[in-house]
């Protein structure tokens, strides 16, 4: 007589992608896994430009977010190879831009200061406007210096979900559409909860810090310049915004404030204009382009910068706190709850 052991089961409250990403990566570790999710209205990651590596978020004092974004980024091409759709990757480098010689200067501070740190010989490129311009000749005349970073590449962050969704359902795991009052009915050996800034309802000791931030879709028509190759990441004027290539078009971000409400995830006009005029400074082309989307999400941030990755207690983990690099940390946090779970 044959006697099957069944798997045990992860529950994982929460449907974006550090939530899916830790469900696939333990139902390759044998668990069966059941997420729960409230749906994309409340996910950050539905809003995001999908920008991976270290350097366009880093900044001083943050060496422990620097590592572990290096960690994390390593990991990703084998991702890549997991999910089998290599058009998940719609850029594989990123243009730093300064259109003044103030802003170039403050990116030439970054560079030698703290981007020298954290990167080896070679993958970070001083350029001149002229060059830059060479690199992406659809950008503006007002270019005034940039560098260019090797392997800062960018993902489809939607196409990234459906991916890794698409996984988990050929290893039997199951995605419910509902939201999650208590963890505690929640069936399951083992209980992740990855719900963003929802996590504080459900673990009220585990503090996040909101930040909303805006984004806009932009859709190329017959007539407009060609999407850029490289992820631009531009500093205009003292203000940041980046443009991100998809197979479309582009994804231009992002605000970053404070919300009014932990419900406030609707586009603000001031930000969107911001956001068009800065990017329409840098890529004047971007004028023939249509605009299909203005959203916003809530990020959940933490005190420290670093994400919450922990065991609650012997039933109960937590993946959240990610803030803006959700998606650059997201192979980095499925290893360590994998690593949890195994005990």
């Not at 668990?31 to 999710?37: E, S, T």
Request: proline share 5%; aromatic share 4%.
């Amino acid at each position: 007589m044959t006697v099957t052991q069944s798997r045990p089961v992860l529950s994982v409250i929460g449907g974006g992608v550090i939530g899916s990403m830790c469900a696939l990566a333990a139902a390759d570790a044998g668990w069966h896994v059941d997420i729960y999710d409230a749906g994309e209205a409340t996910r950050a990651s539905e809003v995001a430009g999908g920008m991976l590596g270290t350097l366009g978020e880093g900044h001083p004092g943050e060496e422990g977010l620097f590592a572990l974004s290096a960690e994390s980024t390593a990991w990703w091409p084998g991702w890549i190879e997991r999910l089998g759709d290599p058009a998940i990757v719609t850029a594989a480098d990123t243009l730093f831009v300064a259109t003044t010689a103030a802003d170039g200067e403050y990116l030439r501070q970054l560079a030698q200061f703290v981007w020298a740190q954290q990167v080896p010989d070679g993958r970070l490129t001083g350029l001149r406007g002229r060059q830059v311009r060479a690199h992406e000749p659809s950008l503006s005349t007002r270019v005034h210096s940039g560098y260019r970073a090797l392997g800062e590449g960018a993902l489809d962050n939607r196409r990234l979900l459906a991916g890794v969704r698409s996984r988990l359902a050929e290893r039997g795991g199951h995605v419910h559409r509902m939201w999650v009052d208590s963890f505690a009915d929640v069936p399951g050996d083992q209980v992740l909860i990855a719900a963003g800034m929802g996590t504080s309802a459900l673990l009220p000791d585990v503090k996040l810090v909101p930040a909303k931030g805006e984004i806009l879709r932009l859709r190329r028509n017959r007539q407009s310049v060609p999407v850029p190759r490289n992820v631009i990441r531009a500093r205009v004027e003292g203000r940041h915004v980046y443009l991100v290539p998809r197979a479309d078009g582009l994804v231009v971000g992002a605000t970053q404030y404070e919300p009014v409400s932990p419900d406030d995830r609707a586009a603000h006009a001031g930000g969107v204009a911001d956001l068009l005029a800065d990017a329409i400074a840098i890529m004047p082309g971007l004028r023939t382009y249509e605009l299909i989307e203005a959203s916003a999400g809530i990020r959940p941030g933490s005190a420290d910068g670093l994400p919450v990755v922990e065991r609650i207690d012997d039933r109960t983990l937590v993946a959240t706190g990610h803030g803006r690099n959700g998606i650059v940390l997201a192979p980095a946090t499925a290893a360590r709850i994998v690593e949890l779970l195994a005990g």
